[in-house]
């Protein structure tokens, strides 16, 4: 299952003593960890365990008051929000954040804009070059609904679709900013069991046909367990456990912090 990445070298993201706090709560506490180029790393822990503050501290939505984050090796704590996606850091959210009167098209399309910085200007006053920008769009755009398998849904309404069809399509328009790095927020969460066993295999196929290296947030340990190259575990802020998924599995920590918790998630 190992993507066969070397533990050596620059990782791809790298995560030094991180602390957040909100007012008198700490939120994370002193969080370490990388992620390495073409593996899938999940983080998972309890509700509560700080595991959405650390997302939308990679994203920029939150500020760390300690601790450096750094890709590629350039520290981020400075880096403007409107610059991540930029950069090549992909998002999709635990709630969707689709245009619901957009088609999927459309949808997927408004992802590309990222790698084309100049596109509403270059549309705005039609400069050189935007025929060639909007026709490179286009064909990444199809290129992805066609491996996500949305080709029959292309020009329908986002809001029309199924939840499981809409969380193609976020993820779609994700991957439309060519990441080297796809954060996913409890991608299986709301999905049944047939669209479960389907993501598992997507989450591989983006890592290994379209070289995107993937760090997730979930619940489902039967999906992290399956997929994951290495395991994080948060519990009230800290980091508890980090190793294969075997290895996760069997920490005494994480048992009783998170797998204990409920033989369901656990299965």
């Known amino acids: 299952m190992h993507s066969g990445v070397p533990e050596s070298g620059q990782p791809l993201l790298s995560i030094s003593g991180v602390t957040v706090r909100f007012g008198g709560i700490v939120a994370l506490d002193g969080v370490s960890f990388d992620v390495h180029r073409g593996e899938i790393c999940a983080l998972i822990g309890p509700n509560g365990a700080g595991k959405s503050t650390l997302f939308n501290c990679l994203s920029r939505l939150y500020v760390c008051d300690s ?5 590629n090796g350039q520290a981020l704590n400075q880096l403007p929000r409107h610059r991540m996606a930029g950069l090549g850091i992909g998002r999709t959210f635990q709630n969707l954040a689709l245009f619901k009167t957009m088609t999927v098209r459309e949808n997927v399309l408004v992802g590309s804009h990222s790698q084309h910085h100049a596109g509403f200007l270059r549309n705005a006053f039609r400069l050189p070059g935007v ?3 909007e026709a ?7 290129e992805l609904i066609e491996f996500l398998g949305l080709q029959a849904e292309a020009h ?3 809001g029309d679709l199924p939840f499981g069809t809409q969380k193609r399509v976020e993820l779609a328009r994700a ?7 796809l954060l996913l927020d409890e991608p299986a969460c709301g999905l049944n069991h047939e669209e479960l066993h389907s993501l598992g295999a997507l989450i591989r196929d983006i890592r290994d046909r379209l070289k995107v290296t993937v760090l997730l947030v979930e619940h489902h340990m039967g999906l992290v367990m399956g997929i994951s190259d290495r395991v994080v575990a948060l519990n009230f ?3 508890i456990a980090e190793g294969t998924p075997a ?3 069997q920490h005494p920590e994480v048992i009783r912090a998170y797998l204990g918790e409920s033989e369901e998630t656990a299965s």
């Open 131 to 133: 025929a060639q920008v």
């Open 175 to 181: 991957l439309a900013s060519q990441p080297q790095l």
């Open 67 to 71: 601790g450096t984050i750094a890709w």
């Open 156 to 158: 329908r309404v986002v």
């Open 237 to 239: 802020g800290k980091k």
């Open 136 to 142: 490179l769009a286009a064909a990444k755009a199809d």
């Open 247 to 249: 290895q996760v599995r």
